[in-house]
């Protein structure tokens, strides 16, 4: 059952919550409310690149019930939250850095699905990965089926966002830690390269693969041997290999 403090009522309040940075995974607006606030918040959604529908009013009053069927004056517009916490990056280096450990991150570079990104979020908490990055625009959001799908495993991660990836990739270099990118554009098998140094794998979304940007700064490229037919692997499966790769290294 949806919380419903994952809901924000009111246009003033939704505005307010876009300038504060919350992550908000979905606005709904009445058809027929206009003035002054209706245009700033339109204004912030391009902006922001905020997903939004126009629906009837009737919608946004079941929406806005609470947990006791009391009606929240919603003003004509309802608006849901993320209800994972994300942390920052260069915090969370700094303290692996302090920890003298041995990172393991994952980069993912505009995973589109929710459900591929709910599996791999799954295979980072199970495989130990220190912290998953992700951008915050041209990601899927990390809503209620990513989580469900992640079995819960999203809320056990470090999940950091960031505005560009590749401000992250100069970031995670400037620590020391490899960037090995997981792509069909090598000839090079990714079970022969190190990952037993500090790690941070990079995975491509599903259509595109990784962007040339970020697989132009990578230190490393590594293909998954295919031996079938189809030539590449579910995102979320070639996650999975990646990740226990680098543990069966590790654990040697």
């Excluded at 876009?18 to 339109?42: D, M, R």
């Excluded at 919608?59 to 309802?78: E, F, I, P, R």
């Excluded at 912290?131 to 999203?154: C, E, F, L, R």
């Excluded at 700064?217 to 290999?241: F, H, Q, T, W």
């Amino acid at each position: 059952m949806e919380q419903d403090n994952l809901k924000i009522f009111g246009l003033r309040a939704i505005i307010e919550a876009v300038h504060a940075g919350k992550t908000i995974e979905k606005i709904y607006l009445q058809k027929e409310v206009k003035g002054e606030l209706v245009q700033e918040l339109n204004q912030l959604i391009k902006e922001h690149k905020i997903s939004f529908s126009y629906v009837p009013v009737e919608k946004l009053n079941k929406l806005s019930k609470s947990n006791a069927q009391q009606k929240q004056n919603h003003q004509g517009a309802v608006a849901k939250i993320s209800s994972i916490g994300f942390s920052d990056l260069d915090t969370v280096l700094t303290q692996l850095k302090d920890q003298n450990t041995t990172p393991l991150l994952l980069l993912l570079d505009q995973i589109s699905d929710v459900r591929n990104l709910g599996a791999i979020l799954r295979t980072a908490e199970c495989t130990g990965v220190d912290a998953v990055i992700i951008p915050t625009h041209g990601s899927a959001p990390i809503n209620a089926d990513a989580i469900k799908t992640s079995a819960g495993a999203a809320f056990n991660l470090k999940i950091c966002k960031v505005n560009h990836l590749l401000d992250a990739v100069y970031q995670i270099q400037a620590f020391d830690i490899q960037l090995v990118g997981i792509t069909e554009k090598t000839k090079q098998n990714l079970y022969d390269i190190d990952l037993k140094k500090p790690t941070a794998i990079i995975l491509g979304s599903e259509h595109k693969g990784i962007s040339k940007g970020v697989l132009n700064m990578v230190d490393a490229k590594g293909s998954i041997p295919l031996l079938g037919e189809i030539d590449s692997l579910n995102v979320s499966v070639a996650c999975g290999v990646a990740l226990y790769e680098s543990i069966r290294q590790r654990m040697i």
